[in-house]
């Protein structure tokens, strides 16, 4: 759908004057070698009719940001060159920069907004002005229309959109250039991010969150395209009203399986290895696993393996629960050497998760999961097959699913097994596919409106003047 036409001239007058975007270059595809693709996205085959140039503007790239954010940007970014689009990348954090990594440019500025990095503390009256600047940040808008016109791009695709800003989505609109978005949480409709308050998932939006999101919900009126990795995130910006106009598809997220998938077999009798990464917070549920772990005590065979970090006091005060002798607080850790070291995971969040990458990285290690029933984990998980599933915040409930784990050392290793078979639905190339064919659908769609646009104009509609 178009905006409506009342609507255009308001912004082209507060934007400014149309950028001119010119044709794509061209790639040369005899240059493009099966041997120089990313690791883990060079096993299939390419659709290479139509390629893009295609600027992802990413909230959080790597090596900064934390959380499963950043590493979901650069499968996107990987997912789209692999697939032979032209891809640059523009992200935010404390110098300036430009640089290549797996074939995808990376350019790096300075923060747009009063800062980029969140997770250091901030004074009151920063993070409002933070806030009120992401409902639209003027000087986003000339940036981003700078880093348009030097590009060119075929499509602009942002990638949550913290920091970068919904001036982005102004910008394209304003070059006639189509965008698209790719939701990673709910900061679109919740100043937290997360639908998450005094400890307990929110139904819907709040009158504070509802009012500090006014600029978001009308920016995202100019998006044409919106994908998310499941259904659940999706589901709930279209309820509440965004991204009324953009073409909507459910992506699945994708993890790099290991060259080696281990599974580390447990011998009857021997404990069994509980294992935790990620954010220790409230809401990804750290709390729920203390409580389970108190209530087994220290004589039932489990070993706790916590990695991850977050406010050192909750921090401290968690793992004071937990069975001092039978647990092991690694910190932030590589989760590549931290998964062969587990035989469980246990996924506890008790907010909405709109994916869970965490989950779908121990499963492609045969790592079986135990996840909370909440946002999307139970559509990744098969319960009793590649793991188990709980309501979310009842300590008691993954208790009983630990204690089921360990008195039943077959149904682990068939589960082990399972968590193999199942990680291949998340594959790098069923995510590649899936990314390039929204892209394509986007562009398509944003191409034929652009023609019934100009054949109103000059009074022509399929051949025949008006």
């Known amino acids: 759908m178009a905006i409506h036409p009342q609507i255009r001239p308001a ?21 493009v070698r099966m041997d120089a693709l990313p690791e883990g996205f060079e096993r299939f085959q390419f659709d290479r009719a139509a390629p893009k140039r295609i600027l992802c503007v990413a909230a959080a790239y790597p090596p900064y940001g934390k959380g499963g954010g ?13 697939y032979g689009h032209t891809v640059r990348v523009v992200t ?50 000339f940036r981003m229309r700078r ?23 102004v910008a394209a609109w304003i070059a006639g250039c189509p965008s698209a978005h790719v939701i990673h949480s709910y900061f679109m409709m919740c100043w937290r ?46 309820s509440h009203g965004f991204f009324r106009n953009a073409t909507a598809k459910v992506v699945p997220g994708a993890v790099s399986p290991p060259k080696t998938p281990r599974n580390r077999r447990v011998a009857d009798g021997s404990a ?35 990695a991850g970090d977050g406010d050192p006091q909750f921090v401290r005060e968690t793992l004071a629960k937990f069975p001092a002798s039978r647990t092991t607080y690694l ?24 994916f869970g990458n965490v989950c779908v990285e121990g499963l492609s290690h045969g790592v079986p999961a135990v996840v909370a029933r909440s946002g999307a984990l139970p559509g990744i998980v098969e319960h009793g097959k590649s793991g188990l599933i709980f309501e979310a915040g009842d300590h008691e409930a993954l208790a009983d699913c630990l204690v089921k ?55 022509v509609y399929d051949g025949r003047t008006s």
């Open 11 to 31: 912004f082209r007058r507060f934007a400014g004057a149309k950028l001119e975007i010119r044709p794509s270059q061209c790639i040369d595809w005899k240059a």
């Open 70 to 82: 950043p590493k979901a940007s650069e499968n996107i970014a990987k997912a789209l060159s692999a």
């Open 92 to 141: 935010v954090a404390d110098n300036e920069g430009l640089e290549i990594r797996d074939r995808v440019e990376v350019k790096t500025l300075k923060t747009l907004n009063l800062y980029w990095n969140y997770w250091v503390k901030r004074s009151a009256v920063a993070k409002l002005v933070w806030h009120a600047l992401e409902n639209f940040n003027p000087r986003a808008l």
């Open 147 to 169: 880093e348009i016109a030097d590009f060119r791009p075929d499509l602009v695709l942002t990638i949550s959109i913290e920091n970068v800003n919904v001036a982005t989505w």
């Open 193 to 238: 991010g997360t639908m998450f308050s005094n400890d307990r998932t929110c139904e819907r939006p709040c009158l504070q969150c509802r009012v500090a999101s006014i600029g978001k919900k009308l920016c995202s009126q100019l998006v044409d395209g919106v994908t998310a990795e499941a259904p659940h995130s999706l589901s709930m910006h279209h």
């Open 272 to 306: 069994v290895r509980i294992g935790y990464i990620g954010m220790l917070t409230t809401n990804k549920g750290i709390s729920t696993l203390a409580a389970a772990a108190a209530l087994l005590g220290e004589d039932q065979p489990f070993e706790y393996l916590i």
């Open 331 to 354: 910190g932030w850790t590589d989760p590549n050497a931290f998964y062969p070291t587990v035989d469980v995971l246990v996924v506890p969040s008790i907010w909405a998760e709109p």
């Open 405 to 459: 784990i360990e008195r039943d050392r077959p149904l682990l290793k068939q589960m082990q097994d399972g968590a193999l078979a199942r990680a291949k639905q998340y594959s790098p190339s069923a995510f590649a596919a899936g990314m390039n064919a929204f892209v394509g659908q986007v562009c398509a769609e944003h191409t034929k409106l652009k023609a019934v646009t100009t054949s109103a104009r000059f009074g």
